[in-house]
């Protein structure tokens, strides 16, 4: 007999945004079906969305609880709540419901981690060194610098080769090795955690035009062609450099699996405009699951009661999909 498959690990993200709603709001839509989750946080702050929560002592309770209420593994707030406004003194409970989601996930008593949103800033201001969760995850898997971006709706999968720097620096970064590294353990993943047997890789270019043969910027020559010509010699099927201007067309889209992106905004500008709400973000080259919904913590708005779960729900249930795929290869 197979083991079931264990719960997922929900962290708080900043309990000032819209995390602890679109959390309650999950459950809701979630708590009948097969996907079960514990959310690392703060018990009371979820209840005040009008569920019932139970604190539970090990992540074994989660799916016996699940069906009657959100189970808590509690982590201890440092200051109170007003959604809206982020408190830093909260960075240090934020940050322990991620590294406690990630134990739960290497010791296999988790199936993955699911992210709730984070502001950078907020944490920076208290001494966080990481540009977002997809660094900080890496670092805590002893992967540094092996982690890659990938956003899926069901319309588009897109990598930012590069991902949470300026832009100017973005251009100093990209480098043949960089995108060769990166379209490898994005290949490796779509076969292993979304069951794709020959993913199609489409590589954008950089410049207008794709350069226009070398007439508007020669990156695609120097950089990107000859990472397209590596990892063919791989055996991968990789297309391009193609104009990033039309290559997000529906025609376009249907010719590949995957587009890898040189910079994080000609990734996600197409992703989020096709699909806000179905939008995920998965961080791949982890030997853990981790997915995350493709917005931010919405402060503009939290506590409102109009924020949409659906991300968060395409999250966790892309998760949960992943660890079978990951379990079935
Ligand atoms: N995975 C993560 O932890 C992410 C964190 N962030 C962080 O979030 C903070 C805010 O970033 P923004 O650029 O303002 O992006 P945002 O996604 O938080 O908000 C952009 C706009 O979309 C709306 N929105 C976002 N999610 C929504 C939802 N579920 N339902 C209804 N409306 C929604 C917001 O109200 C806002 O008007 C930043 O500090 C950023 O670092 C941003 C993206 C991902
Ligand atoms: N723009 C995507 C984003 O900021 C998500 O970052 P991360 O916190 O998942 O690393």
Known sequence: MPEPTPPLALTMGDPAGIGPEITADAWRAMRAGATAFAVIGDAALIGRHGVNVREIGSIGEAAGVFADAVPVLPVTLAAPVHPGQPDSRNADAITTSIARAVELARHEHAAGVVTNPISKIVLKKA????????????????????????????????????IHVSLRRALDDLTTEGIIAATRTTHAALMRDFGIKHPRIAMAGLNPHAGESGTMGTEEQTIIIPAIEALRAHGMDVSGPWPPDTMFTPPARARYDVAMCMYHDQALIPLKTIDMTQGVNTTLGLPIIRTSPDHGTAFDIAGHGTADPSSLVAALRMAMQMAEHRNRS
Not at 132 to 157: D, F, Q
């Open 127 to 162: 001494g966080f060194a990481y540009p977002g969760h997809t660094e900080y995850l890496a670092a805590l898997c002893n992967v540094p610098g092996r982690e890659v971006m990938m956003l899926a709706c069901p319309e588009l999968r897109v990598v930012p080769v590069t």
